[in-house]
């Protein structure tokens, strides 16, 4: 629910007021059930049998029940002129969270009061083809309910969790910058952020036994830069494109990996990336062709145990497509991609992704499409990603489904004239 006023103070600028009205219910229930007494019964992967229920163990389930109610006061202030622009805006919510929990016979009930702002200032300038904006955002969060009052959680013995009622809020700064020039096709941005008092969980291992405990903590340290720029021109029949990025982050955890000091030590992860796109492309009226190659590199760094892990990328392409008689099209696309790095090796190198469409349009004002695709002619693909955060390094593999037809019809419905 919201209510808005809106002054008009000039031909070019106005003020507004507004108040809104929020509620949101939470209910989680979890379960843990002791299934020894079916251990010799053959089932399914993710099947539990008839009659799990009556197992349940009532020492480690766990109930929630959570409440939060909001009232959210703002200003906004805009100014449109020919040139400048300005956006001023303030937030200001108080918000009421309530929450019932208990595992087991461990009780938690409780109610707290915050208070969260969110300012907005945006200055933007535009004359002739140049364009520039400027921008910060800020923003409160409050720490999660059952990060400050649950019951220390059991029921997972290698992954014990507890709450902490010491938590503070956390605020996030946000700025951003960009200019562009639309006939010269250039752009660049860059934007920062950083958080204070970031919510992190803090983990113990236990070496030993292999299990862990982690309890939530404010810590201060997350912070991230990264920025953009490409060059888009085009010369009768012939295009050129040219992009690159990079951004660096900065993610802040405490681990203890069988430390004897009682407080985890602080792990610094520093990522970065950098990217870089070129594509020359030929436009002629029966068709287009198109080069392309691309550049990625990722690394990431940790200071507690001194790790430096990346990852190169290098892809070189061709894309084309030829209009044909009888309102046919052939499009096809080709790319080879060589992947470098810490740990890689094997048929996880490179690949050879190519793929053939021919479509046909007809009906009215050809709305209609008749399409043949053929998918990964070469049966090559493959997946894999990597990522890293401040508590480890990450890499992921999936089943790709290679070498496929798909024959699809299409329709449009409205036309634009």
Same mark, same amino acid.
């Given at each position: 629910?919201?209510?808005?006023?809106?002054? *008009?103070?000039?031909?070019?600028?106005?003020?507004?007021?507004?108040? !809104?009205?929020?509620?949101?219910?939470?209910?989680?229930?979890?379960?843990?059930?002791?299934?020894?007494?079916?251990?010799?019964?053959?089932?399914? *992967?993710?099947?539990?049998?008839?009659?799990?229920?009556?197992?349940?163990?009532?020492?480690?389930?766990?109930?929630?029940?959570?409440?939060?109610?909001?009232?959210?006061?703002?200003?906004?202030? $805009?100014?449109?002129?020919? *040139?400048?622009?300005?956006?001023?805006?303030?937030?200001?919510?108080?918000?009421?969270?309530?929450?019932?929990?208990?595992?087991?016979?461990?009780?938690?009930?409780?109610?707290? %009061? #915050?208070?969260?702002?969110?300012?907005?200032?945006?200055?933007?300038?535009?004359?002739?083809?140049?364009?520039?904006?400027?921008?910060?955002?800020? #923003? $409160?969060?409050?720490?999660?309910?059952?990060? =400050?009052?649950?019951?220390?959680?059991?029921?997972?013995?290698?992954?014990? $969790?507890?709450?902490?009622?010491?938590?503070?809020?956390?605020?996030?700064?946000? &700025?951003?910058?960009?200019?562009?020039?639309?006939?010269?096709?250039?752009?660049?941005?860059?934007?920062?952020?950083?958080?204070?008092?970031?919510?992190?969980?803090?983990?113990?291992?236990?070496?030993?036994?292999?299990?862990?405990?982690?309890?939530?903590?404010?810590?201060?340290?997350?912070?991230? &830069? #990264?920025?953009?720029?490409?060059?888009?021109?085009?010369?009768?029949?012939?295009?050129?494109?040219?992009? @690159? +990025? @990079?951004?660096?982050? /900065?993610?802040? +955890?405490?681990?203890?990996?069988?430390?004897?000091?009682?407080?985890?030590?602080? +792990? %610094?992860?520093?990522?970065?990336?950098?990217? $870089?796109?070129?594509?020359?492309?030929?436009?002629?009226?029966?068709?287009?062709?198109?080069?392309?190659?691309?550049?990625?590199?990722?690394?990431?760094?940790?200071?507690? /145990? %001194?790790?430096?892990?990346?990852?190169?990328?290098?892809? *070189?392409?061709?894309?084309?497509?030829?209009?044909?008689?009888?309102? =046919?099209?052939?499009?096809?696309?080709?790319?080879?991609?060589?992947?470098? !790095?810490? !740990?890689?090796?094997?048929?996880?190198?490179?690949?050879?992704?190519?793929?053939?469409?021919?479509?046909?349009?007809?009906?009215?004002?050809?709305?209609?499409?008749? #399409?043949?695709?053929?998918?990964?002619?070469? %049966? /090559?693909?493959?997946?894999?990603?990597?990522?890293?955060?401040?508590?480890?390094?990450?890499?992921?593999?999936?089943?790709?489904?290679?070498?496929?037809?798909?024959? +699809?019809?299409?329709?449009?419905?409205?036309?634009?004239?």
């Amino acid at each position: 629910m919201a209510v808005t006023y809106t002054q *008009v103070l000039t031909k070019k600028s106005r003020l507004q007021f507004s108040y !809104g009205f929020t509620c949101n219910k939470e209910k989680l229930n979890s379960n843990t059930y002791d299934l020894n007494s079916f251990s010799s019964m053959e089932l399914p *992967v993710g099947v539990l049998p008839e009659g799990y229920e009556t197992t349940n163990i009532d020492s480690l389930t766990s109930r929630s029940n959570s409440r939060t109610t909001g009232h959210r006061f703002s200003a906004l202030f $805009t100014y449109n002129g020919e *040139v400048w622009g300005v956006r001023s805006a303030l937030a200001a919510t108080l918000q009421k969270r309530a929450i019932e929990e208990s595992t087991g016979n461990r009780l938690a009930d409780t109610t707290i %009061n #915050s208070l969260e702002w969110k300012p907005n200032l945006t200055i933007t300038y535009r004359k002739d083809d140049n364009y520039a904006m400027i921008s910060y955002d800020g #923003s $409160t969060s409050q720490p999660m309910l059952s990060d =400050l009052i649950s019951p220390t959680d059991y029921s997972s013995p290698l992954n014990i $969790t507890r709450s902490n009622p010491n938590l503070h809020a956390s605020y996030t700064h946000y &700025i951003y910058a960009m200019f562009s020039n639309f006939r010269k096709g250039i752009m660049v941005g860059v934007n920062w952020n950083q958080q204070i008092n970031s919510v992190t969980r803090a983990t113990i291992y236990n070496t030993e036994t292999g299990g862990k405990e982690t309890f939530p903590v404010n810590i201060n340290g997350n912070w991230g &830069i #990264s920025g953009n720029a490409s060059y888009d021109k085009r010369i009768n029949l012939f295009r050129m494109y040219v992009a @690159g +990025s @990079g951004n660096f982050n /900065q993610n802040v +955890s405490l681990i203890n990996e069988g430390y004897e000091e009682d407080m985890p030590q602080r +792990s %610094n992860t520093h990522t970065t990336g950098l990217s $870089t796109d070129l594509r020359l492309s030929y436009l002629p009226s029966w068709g287009n062709i198109e080069l392309n190659g691309k550049w990625t590199f990722y690394q990431s760094k940790n200071s507690l /145990q %001194n790790r430096n892990t990346y990852t190169r990328v290098y892809t *070189v392409g061709l894309n084309s497509s030829v209009n044909l008689p009888a309102d =046919l099209i052939f499009q096809t696309d080709a790319n080879y991609r060589f992947r470098n !790095g810490t !740990g890689i090796s094997g048929n996880d190198d490179n690949e050879l992704l190519w793929n053939i469409k021919l479509s046909w349009k007809f009906l009215k004002e050809k709305r209609a499409e008749l #399409s043949l695709y053929w998918a990964d002619i070469l %049966n /090559q693909r493959k997946s894999l990603s990597r990522s890293a955060s401040s508590t480890g390094f990450y890499e992921y593999y999936e089943q790709q489904l290679r070498g496929y037809i798909m024959v +699809s019809v299409k329709y449009e419905l409205n036309s634009m004239n």
